[in-house]
């Protein structure tokens, strides 16, 4: 009898992805729906929301510090991939996120 040998398949990614809680818009075809970035690489993004666009839709993902042209390249019903059309600084944006947050906090105190 031949044995076979299963190991689970390791990702494979050029970019670190980075944990994000970051804000944001996509913008496509006339829609406009607020997202959340859940992570974020050099070349890449994934947001969720309750309305997302198709599989091979260009978008706009704008958020502080961010505005991006991107690609849906998957998608699930709350959530999706994108991958973006130039290299941006995920540290950055992330960064900008987080100062945003804290500048809001000190307007309301």
Not at 98 to 107: D, G, P
Request: with cysteine.
């Amino acid at each position: 009898m031949d044995s076979v040998s299963y190991r689970a398949r390791m990702e494979q990614r050029r970019e670190t992805r980075f944990a994000a809680e970051v804000g944001a818009m996509l913008h496509w075809d006339g829609v406009s729906q607020p997202v959340m970035i859940r992570n974020i690489s050099l070349y890449g993004a994934l947001v969720t929301g309750l309305w997302l666009p198709d599989i091979g839709d260009r978008v706009t993902l704008i958020a502080d510090g961010l505005e991006v042209w991107a690609t849906v390249v998957w998608k699930r019903p709350d959530r999706c991939g994108l991958l973006l059309s130039h290299a941006i600084d995920p540290l950055a944006v992330i960064a900008e996120a987080r100062t945003r947050s804290v500048e809001k906090l000190a307007t309301w105190s």
